[in-house]
Nanobody, 123 residues
Framework: QVQLVESGGGSVQAGGSLRLSCAASGYTSSTYSMAWFRQAPRNDREWVAIIWPGDYVPAYNAAVKGRFTLSRDNAKNTLTLQMNSLKPEDTAMYYC????????????????WGQGTQVTVSS
């Protein structure tokens, strides 16, 4: 069974930084698309960043572009999201997701999900 374990969430003041990590097991990470999504209370789940197999060039939601950086380590089978210049509107539950092959950045395209890690940004 594919398992995704997230860590790194917490509370930070506006302008601060956090680094989220996702450890994957049960599959070959290099053949999967991997992404971060987030969901605030009463809001729909939205994509944050995604990286596809092969070229490993990430794509970013316009809301976080220039502030967040996505990377993966295939040897360690981990995915990381470096979040800088955090804003209160970044407050949400963040989820790691995975899907076989190159898939669109839609939540319904990802069959595997982590448990979520809470990120809270205070003004």
């Amino acid at each position: 069974q594919v398992q995704l374990v997230e860590s790194g969430g917490g509370s930070v003041q506006a302008g601060g930084s956090l680094r989220l990590s996702c450890a994957a097991s049960g599959y070959t990470s290099s053949t999967y698309s991997m992404a971060w999504f987030r969901q605030a209370p009463r809001n729909d789940r939205e994509w944050v960043a995604i990286i596809w197999p092969g070229d490993y060039v990430p794509a970013y939601n316009a809301a976080v572009k220039g502030r967040f950086t996505l990377s993966r380590d295939n040897a360690k089978n981990t995915l990381t999201l470096q979040m800088n210049s955090l804003k209160p509107e970044d407050t949400a539950m963040y989820y790691c997701a995975a899907g076989l092959g190159k898939v669109p950045f839609l939540a319904r395209s990802f069959p595997y999900w982590g448990q979520g890690t809470q990120v809270t940004v205070s003004s």
